[in-house]
């Protein structure tokens, strides 16, 4: 009995055996149907033949139970034949296989635009444009359709506008043909030009006339500006130092004295540059004009600017020159009881001009809530600051002068004269310095207080519509107006949502609702999305005049969108 358990056994480990090698034979069948199915063959598995006959083999196992006194039994399994093994492979690379669908989703894109030239004749024109530009009269204009948009001037709310398209075929309508056009358009500017030279003969024409019977034409209202204010200060001080400037001359021919000598040319100095100062005043108030857009308030700074060096070439200059000249070659003077008359006279006017200039810088400083020797030294008001900075070096000059004079009168020596002389230029010299440096600094662009920059910052960045601001630039213009520039980082949700408030909600729900193409899209994108852009350049101007109307110096607001 036992032989054949043995032998049992061991056709069960071969029975296994080939077992094991037929499943991996299906197992890489499958793997050859797998690679079928994705047209590959560079995976298929290639197996050696089984030598032995598997329909000749059994598998025997054992099931050993104990019943009673140990007996044993044993059990057969059928293995499937290498035929029948095959079949079933050959079945299964024979069914279909089993494929999801195929989902593939398509996305909508709008066709690219083209926007060439004719794109832009939907671009608005105003009618001033349609008229010069065309060719076209008013009446030509009416026919048209009109377009109401929001003004970019502060005086208007609103303002018409037309077609550019339809402007052009109207002016093709009234000329026949774009030749036509250009012909009109060379006659009418060869007639500008005409006009233009016609009328500047008839100006010469007019001021040789005005020559010749009198000026009749009506005192300008430039003329208020001398009566108050820098003006007033500029008058009053040309009038003082001319009257001064005589007498100190007649005293220095009478006398001799090199120090009387730079006097009367420190006076001659003066009303010369307040000469100046007086038609930078008259210029600056100019109304402005399309070549000078931000005005000609930098003629106070101009003029102050050549009034310093005036002071620095013919007062100091000439005061150095001749107080050198007195040291190299002095000479006896005269009797100087005049010239301490003429200087004692000069004192008392000077200082009554310096009075004058002190007092109207005490009120504009106080009007600008600033200090009066901050004020000063930032050159705010250029043509008084000159005023006062000229008399006060008189009147420092005065007092230098007349000692000098007294010591030479004492000791006998002329040479006091002479370093009196040279004192006088000095002093001239460091006040044309300072005028030329301040004024400099002012035409440069400078910029504003700190705080009211600040101030001005502040109301921008407590709007709703306002996330950021960025690169503020406040500089002072001249004559307390200044302009305004920074880059505004806008919320768009608070543009839109105040676009929205304006709307009607269920025609735009009802709108939603009919779109069903990319093109129905579009065009509803497109009509909100311009509207949406006027109410940001609406946001643009409330804060443009919110600024103006806190501020009243800020005359120019630049806001950029960033």
Known sequence: MLPGLAAAAAAHRCGWASLCRLRVRARRGQEWQNSLTFGSFSNVPYSRPCACALSQVKLYSTNVQKEGQGSQTLGVEKVPSFDEAAENIGAELKAPLKQDPLQVRVKAVLKKRDYGSKYTQNNFITGVRAINEFCLKSSDLEQLRKIRRRSPHEDTESFTVYLRSDVEAKSLEVWGSPEALAREKKLRKEAEIEYRERLFRNQKILREYRDFLGNTKPRSRTASVFFKGPGKVVMVAIC?????????????????????????????????????????????????????????????????????????????????????????????????????????????????????????????????????????????????????????????????????????????????????????????????????????????????????????????????????????????LGLGKVRFKAEVDFDGRVVTRSYLEKQDFDQMLQEIQEVKTPEELETFMLKHGENIIDTLGAEVDRLEKELKKRNPEVRHVDLEIL
């Not at 003629?299 to 310093?308: A, D, E, K, N, P």
């Not at 008359?341 to 109207?360: K, P």
């Not at 009007?367 to 000159?386: C, H, I, L, Q, W």
Request: charged share 15%; proline share 4%.
């Open 240 to 476: 003082i130092n001319g009257l001064n400037c005589f007498f100190k001359f007649l005293a220095w021919i009478y006398t001799g004295s090199a120090s009387m000598f730079s006097e009367a040319i420190h006076s001659l100095s003066d009303t010369c540059n307040q000469g100046l100062l007086a038609l930078g005043i008259s210029k600056s108030v100019q109304t402005p004009d399309p070549s000078h857009p931000y005005g000609f308030s930098n003629m106070r700074y101009i003029s102050s600017l050549i009034s310093g060096v005036g002071i620095f070439m013919m007062g100091a200059g000439l005061s150095w020159y001749h107080g050198i000249m007195g040291l190299l070659h002095p000479q006896p003077m005269e009797s100087l009881l005049w010239a301490y008359c003429i200087l004692a006279g000069s004192l008392v006017s000077e200082g009554a001009t310096l009075l004058v200039a002190v007092n109207e810088l005490r009120r504009s400083a106080r009007a600008k809530g600033m200090s009066f020797y901050k004020y000063v030294m930032e050159s705010r008001d250029p043509s008084t600051n000159v005023v006062l900075l000229e008399d006060t070096a008189a009147v420092l000059g005065v007092i230098i002068a007349a000692t000098c004079m007294g010591l030479t009168s004492i000791t006998g020596n002329p040479l006091y004269d002479s370093l009196g002389s040279l004192g006088v230029g000095t002093l001239l010299g460091v006040v044309s310095a300072f005028l030329i440096y301040t004024n400099t600094e002012a035409l440069l662009g400078r910029s504003i207080q700190p705080d009211q920059v600040q101030r001005l910052t502040e109301l921008l960045e407590n709007d709703p519509s306002v996330r950021a601001i960025h690169d503020v630039k406040a500089t002072d």
